[in-house]
């Protein structure tokens, strides 16, 4: 039951974020460009899936277990440091110089996209570099 949820929940975001144009990387950088021909569709997706979030994780942590018994994991760090900033800063340059993040990306890589598939790979590099600098490869 916990692998067909998992499948299911995939599915909804996938269709989620294709319908709301996030896996097309001109609207991403549309949104991204300030200056020039903004495009404000991503402000109410990403506000609309903030909601939802927010409203989740307060109902999640009255919980210890999931509606499918499995134990809560919610991150307890709460500080913001260094390793954060630097990697929201990294995450978001690769964001604005591709025009997807990691979600639509593997979207984009089932449609066949090979734009998709070298930010994949790349991504993926990435994290393996990471890992091995932290000494967890």
């Known amino acids: 039951m916990v692998n067909f949820m998992a499948l299911l929940s995939g599915i909804v ?3 989620g974020i ?3 144009g996030m896996v097309n990387p001109a609207i991403v950088l549309a949104f991204l460009d ?8 991503l402000l109410w997706v990403m506000s609309a899936a903030v909601a939802v979030g927010f409203i989740a994780f307060a109902l999640a942590k009255k919980r210890t277990n999931s509606y499918l018994g499995l134990s809560m994991q919610i991150p307890a760090v709460t500080k913001i440091d ?5 990697g929201s800063l990294v ?3 690769g964001w604005g110089i591709a025009g997807i993040c990691p979600g639509p ?5 089932g449609t066949g996209s090979i734009d998709a598939l070298v ?3 790349a ?7 990471y890992q091995n600098l932290q000494g967890r490869g």
Do not use: E, Y
């Not at 260094?82 to 630097?86: E, F």
């Open 123 to 129: 991504m993926l590099l990435g994290m393996g570099i």
């Open 13 to 15: 975001f996938g269709l």
């Open 18 to 20: 294709i319908l709301s």
């Open 91 to 93: 995450f978001g340059v």
């Open 105 to 109: 990306a593997v979207v984009l890589a």
């Open 34 to 41: 300030l200056t020039g021909n903004w495009d404000s569709a």
């Open 119 to 121: 930010f994949l790979i």
């Open 82 to 86: 260094g390793r954060l900033l630097l």
